[in-house]
């Protein structure tokens, strides 16, 4: 899609409408995500949109992949496609990296890919770093190194023998000034650094030590990535959020190649055990509001 200037210019949303889209992405939560929530700025969520959109467009480096009884979960790759083909639209080139787990998941979307080994050290990352010279990276659902090292997931078993250490990609990014985004909905995900000690306390959990320059927090972090791509529509005014229907389309593919339900450890198209119900309830709320939004900001 080739986007007008006007299209590109960074709109406000109305000032008696703030925080709907964080309030959305938080509905249903019961892992302690609306517990974080007060220790965050309000729009957390808008600002990382804002963030992206002050950048020079060019390569944003994107990562999901969460193992889950020998398969990536549905939680992750949902959000990250959505993010990925809104950067698109925006005029950034997104290059998905992840592990084997995640074969096939991305390229039927002609979204890019790049496969790092398990075993892959910061040289790996340092050269993706030299070659992409990326103006962001987002993390969407990924597993990042705790307080002993190790990456667990929520029942803190360890996955450290099935999980590429991308998180180091993170860090590297921070010292070179590059932007970093994380979006996760427990804790254990890169990003959740930014309030370890809160999690650690609050939550009694044993969180990813990773920290980002903008954390985003949801219920599911699926819902957060649409949070994202929500407020890039917004501030961008162009329409760029799919719509449940897509979403669902995409979920029965990967299903069909082996995800699995996080929760459920079944390959079902679910997330996080909730039912597609909920997940139509969602992005119907959010393409409702960006929808009253854009057609507000049309009229001004």
């Known amino acids: 899609?080739?986007?007008?200037?006007?299209?590109?210019?960074?709109?406000?949303?109305?000032?008696?409408?703030?925080?709907?889209?964080?309030?959305?992405?938080?509905?249903?939560?019961?892992?302690?995500?609306?517990?974080?929530?007060?220790?965050?700025?309000?729009?957390?969520?808008?600002?990382?949109a804002d963030d992206i959109l002050k950048l020079k467009r060019g390569s944003v480096l994107l990562t999901t992949g969460f193992f889950v009884a020998g398969y990536a979960e549905t939680d992750g790759p949902l959000g990250t496609v959505s993010v990925a083909q809104a950067l698109k639209n925006l005029g950034f080139t997104p290059v998905i990296v992840t592990d084997e787990i995640c074969r096939d998941l991305f390229e039927p979307e002609d979204l890019s890919v790049e496969y790092v080994e398990?075993?892959?050290?910061?040289?790996?990352?340092?050269?993706?770093?030299?070659?992409?010279?990326?103006?962001?990276?987002?993390?969407?659902?990924?597993?990042?190194?705790?307080?002993?090292?190790?990456?667990?997931?929520?029942?803190?078993?360890?996955?450290t023998a099935q999980t590429a250490s991308i998180d180091t990609m993170f860090d590297l990014a921070r010292s070179?000034?590059?932007?970093?985004?994380?979006?996760?909905?427990?804790?254990?995900?890169?990003?959740?650094?930014?309030?370890?000690?809160?999690?650690?306390?609050?939550?009694?959990?044993?969180?990813?030590?990773?920290?980002?320059?903008?954390?985003?927090?949801?219920t599911v972090s699926n819902w957060g990535a649409y949070g994202l791509a929500a407020y890039?529509?917004?501030?961008?005014?162009?329409?760029?959020?799919?719509?449940?229907?897509?979403?669902?389309?995409?979920?029965?593919?990967?299903?069909?190649?082996?995800?699995?339900?996080?929760?459920?450890?079944?390959p079902q198209p679910t997330v996080d055990g909730f039912s597609a119900a909920v997940e139509e309830e969602i992005l119907d709320a959010l393409n409702s509001y960006v929808s009253n939004v854009l057609h507000a900001q049309q009229e001004l």
């Open 118 to 159: 398990l075993s892959s050290g910061a040289d790996t990352y340092e050269q993706l770093l030299d070659r992409y010279d990326p103006v962001c990276l987002i993390s969407i659902e990924r597993c990042g190194r705790n307080l002993n090292q190790e990456y667990a997931n929520m029942r803190g078993i360890s996955i």
């Open 232 to 266: 890039l529509s917004i501030l961008a005014n162009v329409y760029i959020l799919p719509a449940y229907q897509v979403i669902a389309s995409y979920l029965n593919r990967i299903v069909a190649l082996g995800c699995v339900d996080g929760v459920l450890k079944k």
């Open 176 to 218: 070179r000034h590059i932007l970093t985004i994380g979006i996760g909905d427990g804790g254990n995900e890169i990003g959740m650094g930014n309030v370890k000690d809160i999690i650690s306390e609050k939550l009694e959990l044993n969180p990813c030590t990773v920290p980002v320059d903008d954390l985003i927090i949801a």
């Open 1 to 48: 899609m080739d986007l007008t200037k006007s299209q590109m210019t960074t709109a406000a949303c109305p000032a008696s409408a703030e925080h709907v889209i964080e309030d959305i992405v938080l509905r249903h939560s019961s892992r302690g995500m609306n517990i974080l929530q007060q220790y965050l700025a309000p729009d957390y969520c808008r600002k990382a």
